[in-house]
């Protein structure tokens, strides 16, 4: 990938960002079975709330990082970009 886009610490210690119009999040499952778990949404409208548009899991934060910025710049060559609904 050409950018790495800059994460931040949310309040409950998951790490976030937002590229074009999607909010990635990944938290890492420390507790659970040492990996870390991804999202990749949708961000909201005031007429839709954010859509989960994918998720996994990687053995670490930063495959997990990486993996959520891959599957948002695919969703993005795809062209799942929000379109206007017709009225």
């Known amino acids: 990938m050409a ?3 800059l994460w931040r610490t949310e309040p409950v210690g998951a790490l976030s960002t937002e590229k074009r119009e999607f909010r990635l999040v990944v938290q890492g499952l420390e507790k659970i079975s040492g990996g870390a778990r991804f999202l990749v949404l949708r961000r909201s409208t ?3 709330p954010d859509t ?3 998720s996994g899991t990687k053995e670490d934060l ?3 990082m990486a993996a959520a910025e891959q599957m948002a710049e695919r969703c993005a ?3 799942l970009l929000r379109t206007r609904q017709p009225s």
């Open 3 to 5: 950018c790495q886009a």
């Open 52 to 54: 989960l548009i994918g």
């Open 46 to 48: 005031p007429e839709s």
């Open 77 to 79: 060559d795809l062209n």
């Open 62 to 64: 930063r495959s997990a």
